[in-house]
């Protein structure tokens, strides 16, 4: 037995996965643990979890791949400010300490790290963006296809073209620091008051307020000409002198950007004018503009009629809606868990396939289990987690356990739906969500407010089931990772006035446009998941439960957690979680928790703050 064991740490979203024999087994990433969002710390928790969800010790571990070479990044670092010097003088004395901590001795931390959780394998050190590359390529079902990596920055590289074929992976084309699409995204984020690497959903979220007004397009001018020269095949060059990112630490030069948008940058939680709207919906043109010249130049150099995305930037899925419906290939796959944490994947499978030799074995629809490769709790767990809090649950059996949810989510409940194994990668994609009824017209101010704490603009996404996704929305390819954006159909349209375009954003918000309003944007688009029985037997029984009762084969899904804080991973958490926020029930497996039924008093002794 062959067990490779891939990491991804020290920058961002760390993660653990674990390969046997080459087949990903489980995966999981390290915040999910600690509850601190985008954990960068080694994934020891991780580590832990993946080993007993396959039943293995730290010695059975034959190899450890970590996801970059930890020495040309530092090579990067320094060629970089040797290249800008003197500006940035004062975060390079800064940061230097941590670098030579953390990435001249990276080999000997991790080895350290390791051989605390009794694994002492040898360590391979694949490149960033090849990891990303195998990441998207190998778990795929297509023997042939081109790869295309777009991040922020890897050692160097920023977008790689490769060819993938079989077990080969042959790179093709290179951009390199700092000419970086991701980071670019990233400085709008950070302009528009947003938070970088996690904040870049909240301003592709905000894009569909904009609309195509005479600030709009003076906007996209005033990038194109200024920040960014983009090349008829996709590649691109920034324009540094506006950018901090490389000396600073800071992602942009505020005072140059305050007057070449004449706007000042906005502060975290400020009010949300429409300006901002506007530059996000001006950014997000331009990002869907160089990626789809990147995948017309993938096309073109590799004559393949497959494309796999991976890396930061493939999770905008509106650009992969647009890449998708632009035809320019025939299939589409995009890794789940496309940003840094699935690099711990492609890392794992660069040792298996590249290093190793070892030939693909293609699973379809592909080799990622419906990312369902966390850890899983059983009834026992429930059991004594209801016992140790007195908690009051009802045991209910499948046979009636979709129908009773489906009944609860009908008449206006929001229901925390808890199963099995935890997602791997960002999205919750029915086993660790939070449901509620799509058709409600208060339903995405109720979430936004009494469930998530988040801001109201933020939109929620549709569950539908596979086989109806083309009666509702304008996508005929599964979207099973809730990566895809599409419009809904005309027919499920409300009539909206003229003016509708032009309203200001919370009468926009409001504004009654979809018969599955509380998943329709604004501009009718949503980020959809359409669900099998294959990928999720029990998420696909409530939806057909639901579809039965209603007629409608869609679920609203979020999410199971708060603003803030990781996705929830244990029973435990998922209670607290319940019981802090508005939801209505909890389902654990096959246990019913109401609301209503909790005893407050012995809850408020577990220090858990009650949402009243
Ligand atoms: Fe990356």
């Known amino acids: 037995m062959n067990v490779i064991l891939g990491i991804s740490a020290y920058y961002h979203d760390s993660a653990a996965v674990l390969l046997i024999d080459g087949e990903i087994v489980a995966a999981a990433q390290e915040e999910r643990f600690t509850r601190k969002k985008h954990d960068s710390a080694f994934p020891k928790n991780s580590v832990i979890s993946i080993l007993k969800e396959a039943g293995l010790k730290g010695s059975d571990v034959s190899y450890v791949a970590f996801y970059e070479k930890p020495f040309i990044k530092f090579e990067r670092l320094l060629e970089t400010y040797h290249e800008f010097a003197p500006r940035g003088i004062q975060s390079f004395l800064k940061a230097i300490p941590d670098w030579i901590r953390e990435k001249i001795y990276m080999k000997r931390i991790l080895k350290d790290e390791l051989s605390g959780l009794g694994i002492c394998a040898r360590i391979i050190f694949p490149e960033h963006h090849l990891s990303h590359a195998a990441s998207a390529f190998y778990p795929s079902c297509f023997e042939k296809a081109a790869i295309l990596t777009v991040d922020g920055v890897g050692e160097s590289a920023t977008t790689t073209i490769s060819l993938g074929n079989m077990g080969k992976i042959t790179l093709l084309r290179e951009l390199k620091f700092p000419h970086s699409l991701g980071l670019l995204y990233s400085a709008f984020t950070y302009y528009c008051g947003f938070r970088v690497n996690s904040g870049e959903y909240k301003l592709m979220g905000l894009a569909p307020y904009g609309y195509l007004s005479e600030r709009t397009l003076r906007y996209i001018s005033l990038i194109k000409e200024t920040l960014v020269d983009i090349r008829t095949d996709g590649s691109f060059l920034l324009n540094m002198e506006y950018f901090d990112f490389a000396t600073g630490l800071k992602m942009t030069n505020n005072r140059k950007w305050e007057k ?254 979809s018969e599955l309003q509380a998943v329709i944007h604004v501009d009718f688009s949503a980020r959809i998941h359409t669900v099998t029985q294959y990928a999720n037997s029990r998420y696909y029984a409530l939806l057909r439960s639901f579809k039965d009762l209603t007629g409608c084969g869609v679920l609203l899904n979020t999410s199971f957690n708060v603003r803030g804080e990781p996705i929830v991973c244990t029973p435990e958490e998922a209670y607290v979680c319940f019981m802090s926020t508005g939801m209505d029930y909890l389902v654990l497996g096959n246990s019913l928790f109401c609301k209503r039924d909790q005893p407050k008093e012995n809850i408020r002794q577990l220090k858990i703050e009650l949402y009243d």
Not at 285 to 291: H, K, N, S
Not at 317 to 340: E, H, M, T
Not at 371 to 381: E, I, T
Request: charged share 25%; aromatic share 10%; hydrophobic share 40%.
């Open 260 to 513: 070449l948008f004449d706007l000042s940058s906005r502060l975290p939680e400020a009010e949300l004018s429409q300006e901002y709207m506007d530059l996000a919906y001006a950014i997000q043109q331009i990002t869907e503009e160089i990626l789809l010249k990147l995948v017309a130049t993938s096309r073109q150099i590799t004559g393949c009629e497959n494309l796999v995305m991976a890396g930061g930037v493939a999770l905008n899925c509106v650009a992969n809606g647009k890449i998708q419906k632009s035809g320019l290939f025939k299939n589409y796959f995009v890794q789940p868990a496309a940003g840094d944490a699935g690099g711990a994947i492609g890392a794992a499978l660069v040792v298996w396939h590249i290093f190793l030799q070892k030939s693909r074995i293609i699973k379809t629809p592909d080799a990622m289990s419906g990312a369902y490769l966390g850890p899983s709790f059983s009834d026992k767990d429930v059991d004594n987690l209801i016992r140790n809090i007195g908690a009051n649950a009802e045991r209910i059996d499948d046979k009636f356990l979709f129908e009773k949810v489906a009944a609860l989510l009908n008449s206006g409940a929001i229901v925390g739906w808890f199963q099995g194994r935890m997602e791997f990668g960002p999205r919750a994609l029915g086993n660790r969500s939070i449901l509620a009824d799509p058709r409600s017209l208060e339903m995405q101010k109720r979430l936004n407010m009494k469930i998530k704490f988040r801001e109201s603009f933020r939109p929620f996404a549709p569950s539908v089931l596979e086989e109806d996704v083309a009666k509702y929305f304008d996508l005929d390819v599964p979207s099973p990772y809730m990566l895809m954006v599409a419009k809904i159909k005309p027919e499920n349209r409300l009539t909206i006035s003229n003016d509708y375009g032009q309203l200001p954003y919370r009468e926009k918000l409001n504004y009654p446009r």
